[in-house]
């Protein structure tokens, strides 16, 4: 019985074969194409790409909006910058704070400091206001662009614009200061009073 079991099974092999190896309908088939062997990299932001419009800010856009409150850089072009928290601001309903200084002024340090170190005032910058530092230096003091907004009499100073980039106040922060830092009561008024309503 195993034997021709066997026998049975091996027939059964040998017509599902046959059935495999009939010729089928006509089929062009295109040349093999090379394989692709270049290295691959994931996709990285690159924030000198502008924010696109829209409403989800895609990780091009975060990286550009980042860039605007890393530092005061020279090169940086603030005309550029502008435009890039115009459409974030546009997008988040949120105001644009310009924060004009340099990475040689102590009292922009301690600002910085500041607002990073308290969680109430980190929260409603970044829920009300698109931060952006415009470099004022030796190595480029960005007069053309500053020249648009009433002239700054100490650094850091502070500039709030509408979403569409309109002048809606101009802060001289040490009407802010308390001893060698910051009064947060005051510096929350402030942030309260120009936040969008």
């Given at each position: 019985m195993r034997k021709s079991a066997g026998w049975m099974s091996m027939g059964v092999l040998a017509v599902a074969l046959a059935a495999?190896?009939?010729p089928g309908p006509e089929t062009s088939q295109a040349p093999a194409q090379p394989l692709d062997t270049r290295p691959t990299t994931a996709p990285a932001a690159d924030p000198s790409v502008p924010v696109a419009?829209?409403?989800?800010?895609?990780a091009?856009?975060?990286?550009?909006?980042?860039?605007?409150?890393a530092s005061f850089d020279p090169a940086r072009n603030p005309a550029d910058d502008l435009e890039t928290a115009?459409?974030?601001a546009q997008r988040g309903n949120k105001r644009i704070i310009l924060d004009v200084g340099g990475e040689w002024c102590p009292w922009c340090h301690i600002l910085d400091k500041f607002v990073e170190g308290d969680a109430e005032v980190r929260r409603?910058?970044?829920?009300n206001y698109v931060w952006m530092k415009v470099n004022y230096s030796d190595d480029n003091e960005n007069a053309a662009f500053l020249s648009q907004y009433p002239e700054v009499k100490?650094?850091?100073?502070?500039f709030v614009l509408d979403a569409e980039g309109g002048l809606l106040h101009s802060q001289f922060t040490g009407e802010l200061e308390k001893g060698k830092g910051y009064d947060r009561?005051?510096?929350?008024?402030?942030?309260?009073e120009w936040a969008p309503r």
């Open positions: 495999c190896s009939q419009s829209g409403n989800t800010p895609a091009a856009d975060i990286a550009a909006i980042a860039a605007l409150n115009k459409v974030e409603l910058r970044d829920a100490g650094y850091p100073h502070l009561a005051k510096f929350l008024a402030f942030m309260k």
